[in-house]
């Protein structure tokens, strides 16, 4: 047996780990772009079924609100089954979404083959590709999230075209067929997700099974005399272990208790804010660029280009997120990243032409990148990385109430102004709001951290003083004096003992 087969594996920081980020790579990157991806389809299937702005974007905003609200179910799952199996049935799922939605009649069968169907499938690829990446790296764990996070826009980069290309020579209803099949490759990054440490774990497991029937034994040998002395309370005993092994099998998947988190709840609250817009320009861009009479390549184009600067942006970002000037205080950085996001969709109406679109969406493509980049690198630096999974769970589950209305009321301002820019607008206040946010109460957590910080150290430089034996026997003494008579014989009786000891 290895020698440290009793200890947990720590993070390798490199060797297999960087299949996991390929793997990460290609799980992820469906999980945020294939959403983004389907809007080139929207304006045909919205003639194909007649209907409005509004009601063609709850099928992205489907999709998104349950990839982000399954967040719960697919950390319970991996805390269960681990990351490999649950990344390979969501890409089973995937696949089974897309094809169904091939022979979908009405837009409510949208709504639950590529909403619902799909949207899940795409949450059991996410989650466990960021906790996996977590438990392989440590110190590069920056730079691991941002090559990981560059599969969004890597996707979302070859999707554009390619749907567009699909739609042009197969219809809509092809496309999705073949997009179905392409998303199965879920299954084999899935595959690359080893656990870690499992040599370790079948050691421990080999060594403990010798020694159980010996065990068994002893056990059950003490538990017979005890149950003879003491019967009725070891059973309200076992009553009261029992509701605590049900509270705790909860806590154990889903950590409750990180909602008296000051960080974790600083973060909850901005980022629920933040998707309120963030995701709906992305959804628009391609039909605004169509709605003002740029043809249908061009417009795909525009999220190439969004996705070209995300790709350099994502590793880039995550290089100086690891630097050690910014990362102590990398909460400052993402809400930077998140105002500046909102500020470029407020300026998107001032674009005039496709020109103008295309600045537009290098400024967006680089925002929306470090964003990204930093989402959950941000969220590990205030719980770390033990609470980890559970924080995931409970922000996506907050945030899919956002995210699913984020592109509806978008849509809705489209409908009713007939213009895109109040969508544009509303995107912007919204995210620039969240960001300033963010920045004032990061500042207040760090300086509370700060303050604490420094009582802690002050306490053990100055601990409460502790009597010794010596000083213990002096106040003794001299209580014993102060007392006089009535502790005259206890003081004989310790003279006399005191000659008897020196005697002997």
């Known amino acids: 047996p290895p020698t440290n087969a009793g200890q947990a594996p720590g993070p390798p920081d490199g060797g297999w780990g960087w299949a996991v980020v390929f793997g990460a790579f290609i799980s992820i990157g469906f999980a945020y772009a294939f959403p983004k991806g389907l809007a080139i389809f929207f304006k045909e299937i919205q003639d194909f079924f007649g ?111 390619l749907n567009q290309f699909l739609f042009d020579n197969f219809g809509w209803r092809g496309s999705f067929l073949i997009l179905g099949a392409i998303l199965l490759n879920c299954c084999v990054a899935g595959a690359l997700f080893r656990p870690i440490g499992a040599a370790t774990a079948s050691v421990k497991t080999q060594v403990t099974e010798k020694g159980t029937d010996a065990l068994k034994e002893e056990v059950t040998g003490d538990a017979v ?185 978008g849509g809705t301002l489209i409908d009713t102004f007939g213009d895109y820019k109040y969508m544009f607008i509303k995107c912007g206040a919204v995210m620039v709001l969240a960001g300033t946010f963010l920045f004032i109460m990061n500042y207040y957590n760090y300086h509370m951290l700060a303050k604490e910080e420094k009582e802690r150290k002050s306490k053990e430089e100055h601990p409460t003083s502790v009597r010794t034996e010596n000083e213990g026997r002096n106040n003794w003494n001299k209580e014993t004096a102060q007392n006089g008579p009535e502790l005259e014989p206890l003081r004989e009786e310790q003279e006399g003992l005191k000659k008897e000891v020196n005697g002997t």
């Open 51 to 161: 209907t409005s702005y509004s009601e063609i974007a709850w099928v992205s905003s489907i999709m998104l609100a349950t990839t982000y609200g399954a967040g719960p179910i697919s950390s319970i799952l991996v805390n269960r089954y681990g990351s490999r199996p649950v990344v390979m049935f969501g890409g089973l799922l995937c696949g089974i979404g897309m094809v169904s939605a091939a022979f979908c009649t009405s837009i409510l069968q949208l709504y639950i083959c590529v909403g619902f169907i799909t949207g899940f499938g795409l949450a059991l690829n996410l989650q466990p590709s960021v906790i996996m990446i977590g438990k392989y790296f440590l110190k590069r764990r920056p730079i691991a999230n941002g090559l990981a996070m560059a599969g969004s826009p890597v996707m979302l980069c070859t999707l554009a075209p």
């Open 225 to 409: 005399e005890m149950s003879t002395l003491t019967d009725v309370p070891l059973k309200d005993k076992m009553e009261d272990e029992e509701e605590k092994d049900c509270c705790e099998k909860i806590n154990q998947y889903l950590d409750f208790s990180l909602f008296k988190h000051r960080g974790f709840l600083i973060y909850l609250i901005g980022n629920v804010l933040m998707f309120l817009g963030f995701f709906a320009p992305i959804v628009f861009l391609a039909p605004y660029a169509k709605h003002i009479g740029i043809d249908e390549y061009s417009a795909a184009f525009l999220l190439s280009i969004l996705a070209i600067v995300d790709m350099i942006a994502r590793p880039t970002t995550g290089i100086i997120a690891n630097s050690k000037w910014v990362r102590p205080r990398i909460q400052y950085f993402f809400s930077f990243a998140i105002t500046f996001n909102g500020t470029c969709h407020l300026l998107c109406p001032l674009a005039s032409g496709y020109t103008g679109l295309v600045i537009y969406s290098i400024f967006f493509g680089l925002a929306f990148g470090m964003v990204c980049a930093m989402l959950f690198e941000t969220l590990m630096d205030l719980v770390g990385a033990a609470r980890f999974t559970s924080a995931v769970g409970l922000v996506t589950i907050a945030e899919c109430c956002t995210i699913l209305l984020g592109p509806p009321i």
